[in-house]
């Protein structure tokens, strides 16, 4: 009955958007979420506050058994960023989906935005069940809803080939979670994530665990499964890669959690550790050096948001490993900064998805090499960026540092006790490693984009973007300067979320957090002060001064022009020479050779490719393909060899049973 | 009380490194050199100039000088310097400390972005490069003072009473060496940046503050003798650590340690060819990982006996 009735309400949802008019089916989408969010949020945030677990819906099917849904408090805390984000989703796709009301069909429209409001539904209904068959449901409900958002524009060849394969790693990602349940239904009698500690309890730890990180790793974006992302990512509209990757990727994090936190013997929490661990340094390593050599502005961002994949698991591993070593400290410090990471990556990669909408719509492109010079021409989506930029760049004040503090500290308590010293010196140089080439990645996108000069016409002429859509820009940043400047406050919250994992009592730790993050968030007020008060002290001085203005100092040359400017590419060129195998080099055209004098023009075209993004496709096509040639040999199109095939079985059928192989 | 001669003695030393840096030079160079205190000089006379802006850059170019000199006090603000109390002090401090640097090092290098110069682009570049190289080490760094004092807050590390002592010397050497080498990287000197280059495509951190002149470029020069300070005096505090971590102590030896080596590396040896340099922080990565190492079997070993 339960699926009956979502469905129907599914069927309401899409009669909604279907019958109202073109331009209001915005407006019904964001109030269909908002419909749905507002009051689970209501109800998260009294969990959050201390309400305790709060149940939301029970039934007893025949044949699948007893499915309930509730919230605790980690559920509790994904409802609110999914209901944040999918609520700023919407309402920035208002905006951003009018210029293509005009050329595609209200039905496409219409599908579009039942998707999106049944994609927001699902993921809550995903956090919202305790598991087993209901979640599955919602799941897929999810992988579907998002495959339909991302073939919006449809008719370029590599948005459908992008959705196609996601929409079949998504499903490699949904067997292993069916596998996954279906043993813990046959083991335990129930598929829900509460029967995930007695089953770990009796039965061998790893190998469902594995099963279980496939198949949510999968969404999450672990490596080596992150190659869905940045296909999908340029090829959906902005808003949709917003939601996806500030949002919906999440649940792969929340399913990690969920199986994480059922372990209880200590030496499966420290292998579970380890590999959360290591995997997350793959992750995040892989992503950030590959995101760094991005020349697209929503290929960087994907990449980026694997590498924050990364830096969540990290924060999970050392919990893990702080856990199973008895050091609550630093399993404390660790799930705290994993969450509000994944809080604060939520609230940035959607602003600067968002900001990467504005930039395609106002300049048609998002190629860092035709870019430059936005911030005279949009300087609000400019302001925006730099914050999302920086707050990316885990640089104070912003949120990003908060998070990345937490899992810094998790790690340096756990090398300060002792306990997995040399797992959390991998995690910390790891860690330091990925901050810095962040900077360096964001230093190429920010500055190729919007600083300089336009290196195109049609860039030189944009314009800013409207005001819906800098509304919706603004809700995450509101978001992002909460956690920055009152990151005790914040992490309060939080830290309670990162109970559900933690069974000691806390007091110390708290304590110890509580008071190093009011010294962060004075630092951080602090900063903004000292630095408020020289720009004004500059401001006094140069007032008597004389000020003018002139050229860009060329070192002497005296013609230089916008070519000239360093262009991504070239910004990431040391970078590639010290990490030349992560990527494969496509380029089209030919550079000017050695040997030409007087060059002619030339058009020169280079794409970083991800060494492994055909992991999924290509060698086991190729191996199935080689497989089927040899198959084929046996189809010669002769009857007399079909006889003697017919006959050789024959004889291996009485032989077989003859030795009694067979019966 | 003991918070102020902190913050005296840190701009003190600040205020000093380059004029003996300066002077060690002349002297290796058989000339009388410059006054000692020509660099302050230098420095009021940028402040009293007016500026000329270049038609390209934004607001932001003009932000990033208050940014940089900011962050660089903040950073300052959590240096405690031999057994004094720093003003700012919590667990992590550390991990603050880098990440308030970075926040000056990325408004930089936007600002050299802003100008749309080929040459500051590419000092940006290189300074992003480099800054991400350099950032694996001084966490190991810190890394290796944590898990020698089981302390995660300067202040507390450098405790007199919680020292490692004399057991770990090695250990506190070699991180000293490698905080040494991070001080080289971060102020642009030999061998990874020549501030007396003359030509612009060889340079790093000058090439990015071409554009600027009169105020703002005293408030970026003064940014970095706060970072160069800062570096030196937790070399110093580290290795004062090993005999006798008092202020009279780690505030000279800040002063005569960065002093001394970098006028001596800079009359003697020639920088880096730029493909090198990365060589250059990935050895000085590998020889923190050492110092960590080192440190995690000895305190294996005085553990179990």
């Not at chain 1, 939301?56 to 960023?81: I, K, R």
């Not at chain 1, 007695?198 to 190659?227: D, E, I, N, S, T």
């Not at chain 1, 937490?406 to 010196?425: E, N, P, R, V």
């Not at chain 1, 000020?547 to 990431?572: I, K, L």
Request: glycine fraction near 8%.
């Amino acid at each position: 009955m339960f699926y009956l009735y979502t469905l129907l309400a599914l069927a309401v949802i899409a009669a909604a958007v279907h019958l109202s008019p073109l331009k209001a089916k915005a407006w019904t989408a964001l109030a269909i979420v908002a419909a749905a969010g507002i009051p689970l949020a209501v109800k998260a945030a009294g969990v959050l506050s201390g309400g305790g677990t709060c149940r939301l819906w029970a039934f007893d099917s025949l044949m699948l058994g007893p499915d309930s849904g509730s919230l605790d408090t980690l559920s509790a805390l994904f409802v609110l960023v999914i209901a944040v984000g999918a609520a700023a989703a919407t309402l920035y796709s208002q905006g951003y989906l009018r210029h293509a009301l005009a050329h595609k069909s209200p039905a496409h429209i219409s599908l579009h935005y039942t998707a999106l409001a049944v994609m927001s539904l699902s993921m809550l209904g995903v956090v919202a069940s305790d598991g087993g068959y209901s979640f599955l449901f919602f799941w897929e409900l999810m992988t579907v809803a998002s495959f339909i958002l991302i073939l919006f524009d449809a008719e370029r060849r590599e948005v459908r080939r992008a959705a196609l394969s996601y929409l079949i790693m998504m499903h490699v990602g949904f067997v292993l979670l069916v596998a996954g349940f279906v043993r813990l239904h046959a083991a335990t009698g129930s598929a829900s994530f509460a029967a995930l500690a007695p089953y770990f309890a009796q039965q061998p730890f790893l190998p469902l665990f594995l099963v279980f990180l496939g198949g949510f790793g999968m969404k999450a974006g672990l490596f080596p499964m992150h190659v869905w992302l940045p296909e999908a990512h340029p090829a959906a509209p902005s808003h949709v890669s917003a939601l996806m990757s500030g949002v919906m990727i999440k649940t792969g994090v929340y399913g990690i959690l969920r199986v994480c936190a059922a372990a209880g013997d200590p030496a499966a929490l420290h292998t579970a550790g380890l590999i959360v661990l290591c995997l997350g340094i793959a992750t995040g390593l892989w992503g950030v050096i590959l995101a760094a050599s991005q020349n697209d502005v929503k290929r960087l961002l994907a990449y980026s948001s694997i590498e924050n994949i990364g830096v969540i698991l990290i924060g999970a591993g050392i919990a893990l490993l702080g856990k199973a070593a008895g050091n609550h400290t630093m399993a404390l410090c660790g799930m705290t900064g994993a969450l509000l990471h994944l809080v604060n990556h939520s609230f940035f990669k959607s602003l600067l998805f968002f900001g990467a909408g504005n930039i395609l719509t106002q300049t048609r492109t998002v190629s860092l090499d035709a870019l430059g010079g936005l911030a005279r021409h949009m300087p609000v989506t400019a302001i925006l960026f730099l914050a999302g930029a920086a707050a990316i760049c885990a640089l104070p004040p912003f949120n990003g540092f908060v998070s990345e503090l937490l899992i810094y500290l998790g790690m340096f308590k756990g090398i300060a006790a002792g306990s997995d010293t040399l797992a959390a010196a991998a995690g910390t140089v790891a860690l330091a490693l990925i901050g810095g080439i962040v900077v360096l990645a964001f230093a190429k996108l920010y500055g190729t984009v919007f600083l300089g000069s336009p290196r195109t016409h049609e860039v030189a002429e944009a314009s800013e973007a409207d005001n819906v859509r800098i509304a919706a820009m603004a809700l995450p940043l509101a978001g992002m300067l909460s956690v920055g400047l009152f990151p005790a406050a914040a992490v309060a919250v939080v830290s309670r979320a990162a109970r559900f994992f933690l069974t000691a009592p806390t007091g110390v730790a708290d304590y110890m957090l509580s008071s190093a993050l009011s010294a962060v968030g004075r630092t951080a007020w602090l900063l903004i002060v000292v630095v408020g008060v020289l720009a004004w002290l500059r401001r006094r001085t140069l007032r008597t001064r004389t000020v003018s203005q002139g050229p860009t100092w060329g070192c002497g040359f005296t013609a230089p022009n916008v070519r000239m400017q360093y262009t991504g590419e070239s910004f990431s060129e040391g970078l590639q020479s010290i990490v030349p195998s992560l990527t494969r080099q496509d380029g089209e055209g030919d550079a000017v050779g050695k040997h030409e004098i007087f060059p002619s023009p030339h058009r020169f075209d280079i794409r970083r490719k991800d060494r492994i993004d055909n992991l999924f496709t290509a060698w086991w096509v190729e191996a199935l393909r080689l497989l089927n040639q040899r198959v084929m040999r046996l189809r010669t199109g002769k009857i007399n060899h079909y006889v003697l095939f017919a006959l050789a079985f024959l004889a291996l059928v009485f032989l077989l049973s003859i030795f009694n192989l067979i019966g | 009380m003991m918070t102020t001669l902190n913050t005296i003695l840190l701009l003190l030393v600040a205020l000093a490194i380059p004029g003996v840096i300066n002077r060690t030079r002349a002297l290796l160079a058989g000339r009388r050199g410059i006054r000692f205190l020509q660099h302050i000089y230098d420095l009021h006379l940028h402040l009293r100039k007016g500026a000329v802006y270049s038609t390209t850059t934004t607001a932001l170019f003009r932000t990033t000088p208050s940014v940089y000199l900011g962050a660089a006090i903040v950073a300052a603000m959590m240096i405690p310097v031999g057994d004094l109390r720093p003003l700012l002090s919590f667990e992590g401090d550390f991990v603050c400390m880098a990440y308030v640097l970075a926040l000056g090092r990325f408004a930089l290098i936007l600002a050299a972005m802003d100008t749309g110069s080929a040459f500051e682009g590419m000092g940006a570049s290189r300074e992003a490069l480099y800054g991400a190289l350099v950032e694996p080490s001084l966490m190991l760094a810190a890394g290796t003072l944590a898990l020698l004092t089981g302390h995660t807050s300067f202040a507390r590390i450098f405790d007199p009473d919680v020292l490692p002592g004399a057991r770990f010397a090695v250990v506190l050497l070699l991180t000293a060496y490698v905080l040494m080498k991070i001080v080289f990287t971060e102020s642009g000197r030999v061998p990874v940046d020549d501030p007396r280059t003359h030509l612009e495509l060889t340079m790093i951190h000058e090439v990015m503050c071409l554009d600027y002149c009169g105020v703002d470029l005293a408030m970026i020069q003064l940014g970095g003798w706060l970072k160069t300070a800062l570096f030196s005096l937790l070399a110093a505090d580290t290795l004062a650590a090993a005999f006798c971590l008092r202020w009279w102590v780690a505030a000279p030896l800040a002063v005569a340690l960065t002093g001394l080596a970098v006028g001596i590396v800079e009359s003697t040896q020639a920088r880096n060819k730029l493909v090198r340099n990365t060589t250059f922080l990935l050895t000085v990565a590998a020889l923190a990982a050492l110092a960590f190492f080192t440190g995690y079997l000895l305190q294996l070993n005085i553990g179990m006996a």
